[in-house]
Nanobody
């Protein structure tokens, strides 16, 4: 059974940094594409970053380029999202997702597996 478990969220002051983790289990993810999405209250879920597990090639939403860094650690089957210079508008539930043979990495419909999400709240 595939499981994606996010952790690392919390309450952080603006300007600070935080690292979110996504522990993946239940299958070999080396052929998968891993994405991070976020959903703020009253808004649609949006793509923020993604990584091809095999090649390490990354993609970022324009709105987070330069502040977000996605990475993976093969030995721990874990994907990370490092966030710098946090802003109040980064407040959202952050979700980890996995998909295979993805064409459109920014689309929620491209991903088969989802975690339960972790709440990040940035105070001003």
């Amino acid at each position: 059974q595939v499981q994606l478990v996010e952790s690392g969220g919390g309450l952080v002051q603006a300007g600070g940094s935080l690292r979110l983790s996504c522990a993946a289990s239940g299958r070999t993810f080396s052929s998968y594409y891993m994405g991070w999405f976020r959903q703020a209250p009253g808004k649609e879920r949006e793509f923020v970053a993604g990584i091809n597990w095999r090649t390490g090639i990354t993609h970022y939403a324009d709105s987070v380029k330069g502040r977000f860094t996605i990475s993976r650690e093969n030995a721990k089957n874990t994907v990370y999202l490092q966030i710098y210079s946090l802003k109040p508008e980064d407040t959202a539930v952050y979700y980890c997702a996995a998909g295979y043979a993805i064409v459109v990495v920014t689309s929620v419909n491209s991903y088969k597996y989802w975690g339960q999400g972790t709440q990040l709240t940035v105070s001003s």
